[in-house]
């Protein structure tokens, strides 16, 4: 039978906050946030971590992920999470397992909950996708850009003739929270998306993902005010 896993790329190094994966956010370690949303949801059958750092693995298998030794010759900083995922498949599929779809969840995405990967699964399956992406929509939100002349230029509206915003066309922000892909899509493309292609809209207090401290700070005000960080507790249904 075909498996539906989840595969977490979690690198031991990181410029912006050192030891990012591992630092605390609501009493877990960021990744653990992932690997529990991923083991909480109906549907996703194994979570596998893949990380270059032993102790990334050792945690990771605490909060009950299976460990994927990353090779270092794709664990820098310009490594791909594309390039962590085929090793993993083929990691996997040599171990004997058969996989039909992938969860490429992001480790530094703590904003999210198993009915969101649930929900994507359903879809993805109910619109027979090949690959499918999390997004926000973003409403009331004008977009600008310099310009080669150092100007400010509007880009999703005219300045000049500003509209309501009900007649401002929908947009749509790439979370980074969740992809999922079949594996055919990943070898052919060598990208998290391809084929028939799907988006998966979640709440706006999903947005982001943590890049810096002052993300961190935002994430756990967010987590605590809408019950995220009860996720995984012996109390909590989920």
């Known amino acids: 039978m075909s498996a539906t896993v989840a595969i977490i790329p979690a690198r031991g190094g990181s410029k912006g906050i050192p030891r990012k994966n591992l630092i605390n956010i609501c009493g877990r370690p960021l990744m653990a946030w992932s690997i529990l949303h991923a083991r909480l949801a109906k549907g996703v059958d194994a979570v596998y971590v893949t990380s270059d750092s032993d102790e990334i693995l050792t945690v990771a298998q605490r909060y009950g992920a299976l460990p994927i030794e990353r ?6 900083d310009r490594a791909s999470s594309e390039s962590a995922w085929l090793h993993a498949l083929d990691t996997i599929e040599a171990s004997g397992v058969e996989i039909a779809r992938i969860f490429g969840l992001q480790a530094t995405s703590p904003l999210r909950d198993p009915g969101d990967i649930e929900g994507a699964l359903e879809q993805y399956q109910r619109e027979e996708l090949d690959s499918l992406f999390s997004v926000a929509e973003v409403e009331d939100f004008f977009t600008w850009r310099i310009d080669e002349n150092g100007q400010p230029r509007s880009v999703n509206y005219d300045w000049r003739h500003r ?3 009900q007649l401002i066309e929908k947009r749509y922000l790439e979370n980074g929270s969740i992809y999922l892909f079949s594996p055919t899509v990943l070898r052919r493309e060598k990208n998290r998306m391809g084929g028939r292609l799907g988006v998966f809209v ?4 999903k947005l982001f993902q943590i890049d810096n401290l002052e993300d961190m700070k935002l994430a756990e005000t967010i987590m605590h005010g ?5 996720i995984g507790d012996p109390e909590s249904k989920r």
């Open 71 to 76: 090779p270092p010759d794709i664990s820098g």
């Open 163 to 165: 509209r309501p915003r």
């Open 202 to 205: 979640m709440p706006r207090h």
């Open 226 to 230: 809408y019950g995220l960080d009860r």
